[in-house]
């Protein structure tokens, strides 16, 4: 027996969700409607189907192919225009030889299609309707029966006062071949409105059947809830994947579970996914096969699709979230809200009821949506972040985007050159270094990998050999979950915003040089890199000195791959050190908690009674420091130790600070009669100021822990940093304690206001303006200062954020400095003109 599924519908009530896919794919309890009706038909015997398609057909042959798969023989004909419902199944006809079953292939229904058929054949009828009686019958065809149960006439999408009858039309069908003989080859007709009144008005009788069961016209997005509540609530005979583990809680293969997940049933969670600590998922929720929601995120009566990323602490209420879609942290949609495929939304969003988002759009972070986002994109998302690429391994950064990206840069650069990769002992940066060195060698550039080395290890090697630059991919340190691929220059600092841009641009329009098979890269293996690396660090020590001292220490090596090369380095310089966490380990560094790691390095300062303790973080580029009664010394405390002892050291010194240091730095730098640059704060702005192009800086000091020396390494470099604070205490005959003890009180406060990007330039600009007679500097943002004190303005590159500092000689100036800061943006951004001062 054979049947003729309609899947040629648009969908468009569906939208955004049947923007980018045809609406008998959409999933229905994580299968698409068709296969639900194509396992329909199976059931009650059909051996065989064809599919009528038109909107964005190959989705429909792809996934199901010739029916094998699915036990059942698998035909399509296609529309190369729009038939109507009786014109595109006039359009098979040639396949049609014998009684057919015509349905809809986007609606969720368990009607005993085999009573259907009986019924069709014992009246020895020419066509036979399914009706079905419904309480709101105005968006479906009505049909009114006579005595002898045939039908007497049909009323297609009536008003109230047009009503006649509570029967509606199903679409679904029993027909024989006769009825071609009323369908005009090629021409548009529909079987309510053109074939079924000429069988009336020929006289021919048409027979309707009431069929019991389940039906539902999946046609809005409110019924496509509602379709997956009834399926939660057993209304519809239907198979739900998975199996059950708790009354109600249907899992998919491979789905894990955290123990402290709250799981509140009925619900179902496809294949493959991961529920994190302490997420709620609540009743008549379902989640689509590989997404991940994470720790503390809440999915509330939403309808999930698959490869979505639901970030920490978000709140999805009454919402339908599209494929592959990127929702960070603390967003809330509420009831009624839609997004398409592909859309991102930034950390804090809040999507108010009925907003719908359509396919590939992004939200910014902090942003509060009232409206519809059709075409707009709302704010787009640079490709490179402040310290290169990064994001949500295998979520935001998979092998196809490593890949490309590597094509890209090695584009920009000549057939034949050489690029030098290194990786952390992660999975997945071995995976997506394996991607781009593929990608290198895709478009003719030669790499030398380093394996697993650190990233200064890296910047050593490009700078000391013929490398025209490196790749780097490691865990970020200030989340596991998330990857960062770092970008090198032949100078061995990070790419500069300009050759950022080239790689974006080339990415964007997939501009990737080809080459010949004979021209594709090599790859090979530098030997002792490490060791020469060790050798030169150790080249630039104070080694006599520095063993006359005998320090002791404890150092955390934070599960890194700097445990890897330090402990050589360090076994040369004598003393006692004390060794934590001594071995990599990317398990351990997911699991562990930074401010538990630092609290056991003080506890145990204090306890071996050593003079400090260094914590160097898993890339091998921060630090750390801990002085000798345990207190965790701040990023800003750090900043005036090094930049004070480099100082007393040389006291021509000349250090490069961002803009925003402390007083107490410039104090004890001018003290000894060095001389400070000020710079950017951005690690691009760091480099920069101790590139080979900036010559004589003896140090640039950062205030999170990140310092350069540009005599040895113009990048970021932990183990350097210890190296050189050993060998500074030792040349002025000093300890950390009495440096610390020295220290000026450091009063710099910090804040931040939510700041939409197209207010970014008024916001700077309207505060420009409002200076007056202050003394300004404005390489990064608005610097100002007087006499008592200091203030710092600067946009956020990355998040729609302004950031403020201020350090006063009294702490209740400074505080009254922020706030008034902090409420004139707000008032700039609120301003309802936008413009106008206030």
Same mark, same amino acid.
């Given at each position: ?28 309890? !994580?299968?698409?409607?068709?296969? $639900? ?37 698998? #035909? ?59 309480? !709101? ?27 006649? #009858? ?40 048409? $027979? ?84 991940? =929601? ?10 999930? $699709? ?9 709140? =999805? ?14 967003? $809330? ?282 914590? =160097? ?16 010394? #701040? ?25 925003? #240091?402390?007083?107490?730095? @410039? ?29 004589? @800086? ?137 413009? @106008?001062?206030?």
């Amino acid at each position: 027996m054979k049947a003729v599924i309609m899947a040629g519908g648009e969908g468009t009530r569906l939208r955004p969700l049947t923007a980018t896919a045809p609406k008998p794919m959409l999933p229905i309890g !994580n299968a698409p409607m068709l296969e $639900h009706i194509i396992t329909l038909l199976k059931k009650h015997g059909f051996d065989e189907v064809i599919i009528t398609v038109a909107f964005m057909a190959n989705a429909i042959r792809t996934y199901f192919g010739d029916g094998s798969e699915f036990g059942i023989r698998i #035909s399509y004909s296609n529309e190369d225009s729009p038939l109507g419902t009786a014109g595109s199944v006039g359009n098979c006809r040639e396949l049609l030889e014998s009684t057919f079953m015509v349905i809809s292939g986007d609606v969720l229904t368990d009607i005993d299609l085999g009573a259907l058929l009986e019924f069709h054949q014992s009246n020895k009828a020419t066509a036979t309707i399914g009706l079905k009686s419904m309480e !709101n019958p105005l968006e479906f065809g009505i049909v009114t029966t006579n005595d002898d149960g045939t039908v007497g006439r049909f009323l297609e999408k009536p008003t109230w006062g047009q009503v006649f #009858s509570d029967t509606i039309n199903t679409g679904i069908y029993v027909l024989e071949p006769e009825i071609f003989s009323y369908m005009p080859v090629g021409k548009a007709l529909d079987f309510s409105q053109d074939v079924f009144p000429r069988l009336l008005e020929d006289s021919i009788p048409i $027979h309707a059947m009431v069929c019991e069961g389940y039906w539902e016209d999946v046609g809005t997005l409110e019924a496509y809830l509602n379709a997956h509540k009834d399926i939660l609530d057993h209304r519809v005979d239907l198979e739900i994947l998975g199996f059950m583990v708790d009354k109600g809680v249907y899992f998919g293969d491979g789905t894990e579970v955290h123990p402290t997940a709250l799981l509140e049933g009925p619900i179902i969670i496809g294949d493959n996914c991961r529920i994190g600590p302490e997420a709620k998922i609540r009743p008549y929720s379902v989640i689509g096969s590989n997404s991940r =929601i994470s720790k503390h995120a809440e999915v509330d009566r939403s309808v999930i $699709h698959e490869n979505v990323y639901i970030g920490e602490g978000s709140i =999805i209420r009454g919402t339908i979230v599209g494929k592959s879609c990127d929702l960070r942290r603390s967003v $809330h949609t509420e009831d009624g809200v839609v997004l398409g495929s592909d859309c991102y939304v930034g950390d804090g969003a809040q999507l108010f009821s009925k907003v719908k988002i359509y396919p590939s759009k992004t939200v910014q972070s902090g942003a509060t949506v009232l409206t519809s986002i059709v075409w707009e994109s709302k704010g787009t998302r640079s490709v490179f972040s402040s310290n290169g690429v990064s994001g949500i391994a295998n979520v935001d950064i998979g092998p196809e985007l490593a890949l490309r990206l590597a094509m890209a840069f090695g584009s920009n650069l000549k057939p034949g050159a050489r690029i030098s990769t290194a990786r952390d002992s992660s999975r997945a940066a071995r995976m997506l270094k394996r991607a781009l060195m593929v990608g290198l060698n895709a478009v003719g550039i030669d790499v030398a990998d380093l394996e697993v080395a650190p990233i200064p290890a890296l910047r050593f090697h490009v700078r000391n050999t013929s490398s025209k630059g490196g790749l780097a991919v490691v865990l970020d340190p200030d989340d596991p979950e998330s990857v960062v691929i770092r970008f090198i220059d032949e100078n061995g600092i990070d790419l500069d915003e300009a050759s950022q841009r080239k790689i974006e641009r080339g990415l964007a329009r997939e501009d990737f040089r080809n080459v010949l098979a004979s021209e594709l890269g090599e790859l090979d293996f530098p030997a002792r890199n490490t060791e020469f690396y060790a050798q030169s660090l150790l080249e630039q020590a104070e080694i006599g000195r520095i063993r006359d001292r005998n320090f002791k220490f404890v150092v955390d090596y934070g599960f890194g791959v700097s445990s890897h090369i330090f402990p050589s380095v360090l076994s040369k310089l004598g003393g006692d050190v004390l060794g934590i966490n001594p071995f990599s380990s990317t398990k351990r560094i997911v699991e562990s908690d930074q401010s538990a790691n630092m609290s056991r390095l003080s506890e145990l300062v204090v306890t071996s009674r050593s003079e400090f303790g260094i914590g =160097i973080d898993s890339v091998g580029e921060k630090i750390i420091l801990v002085d000798n009664t345990g207190r965790i010394l #701040s990023g800003f405390e750090s900043q005036v130790i090094f930049c004070r002892l480099v100082a007393e050291a040389n006291p021509s010194a000349q250090i490069s600070v961002p803009i925003g #240091s402390p007083k107490a730095l @410039r104090n004890a730098v001018t003290r000894f009669g060095g001389t400070l640059h000020f710079t950017k704060r951005s690690t691009s702005g760091l480099m920069e100021a101790a590139s080979p192009a900036t010559r004589g @800086r003896d140090l640039v000091a950062g205030v999170e822990g990140n310092f350069i020396f540009p005599n040895f390494l113009p990048g970021y470099d932990g183990c350097a940093a210890l190296v050189q604070l050993l060998s500074l205490l030792a040349v002025t005959n000093r300890t950390l304690a009495e440096v610390v003890g020295e220290i000026e009180p450091i009063r710099v406060i910090h804040d931040s206001v939510i700041t939409p990007w197209e207010s970014k330039g008024i916001v700077m600009r309207i505060l420009l303006d409002g200076i007056g007679d202050q003394e300004t500097t404005l390489i990064d943002g608005i610097y100002a200062e007087t006499n008592s004190s200091w203030y710092l303005v600067a946009p956020d590159p990355v998040e729609p954020i302004t950031h403020i500092w201020v350090e006063s000689d009294s702490e209740i100036e400074g505080v009254s400095i922020l706030s008034s800061l902090r409420e004139r943006i707000a008032v700039i951004v609120n301003d309802s003109s936008g413009l @106008r001062l206030r």
